[in-house]
């Protein structure tokens, strides 16, 4: 669940992201589990999906890194975060995320997929 005010914009990485909507000082929390917001999603339930449902899930939802078979589905603009390989964001301690940096109103809010997604390497450089 997002701590922060945010908005969804045009992304020069790529198509859509997530914004601040006001300014955000370095170390401030801005993101924590939360199942109500965070659905946790059983993986038979991602197989079984119609395909519009399992496409929506392969673009804005993860694997659960401490909940093996389920996959996180975040219901908030969170799940417009795109990856930076130079994130201003810092999921690598699972159930929270802090501003590695200042960020400014209007400024595009970014995270490292793979510090929550193991995998996500592997699949981004075979999809590439």
């Known amino acids: 669940m997002m701590l ?15 914004f601040a909507a006001e300014p955000i000082r370095k170390g401030a929390s801005i993101w924590r589990l939360d199942p109500d917001f965070d659905r946790l999603i059983p993986m038979d339930k991602y197989e079984a999906a119609p395909p519009p449902l399992k496409e929506l899930l392969d673009r804005y939802a993860y694997p659960s890194p401490d909940r093996p078979g389920f996959m996180v589905y975040e219901v908030d603009n969170g799940r417009f975060m795109n990856h930076s390989a130079t994130p201003n964001t810092d999921f ?27 995998d996500f390497e592997r699949l981004h450089l075979a999809t590439a």
């Open 4 to 18: 922060i005010r945010t908005y969804v914009a045009a992304s020069a990485i790529e198509g859509v992201g997530m």
């Open 92 to 118: 690598s301690q699972y159930g929270g995320a802090t501003a590695t940096r200042d960020i400014a109103a209007g400024e595009e809010i970014t995270c490292d997929y793979g510090e929550f997604f193991e």
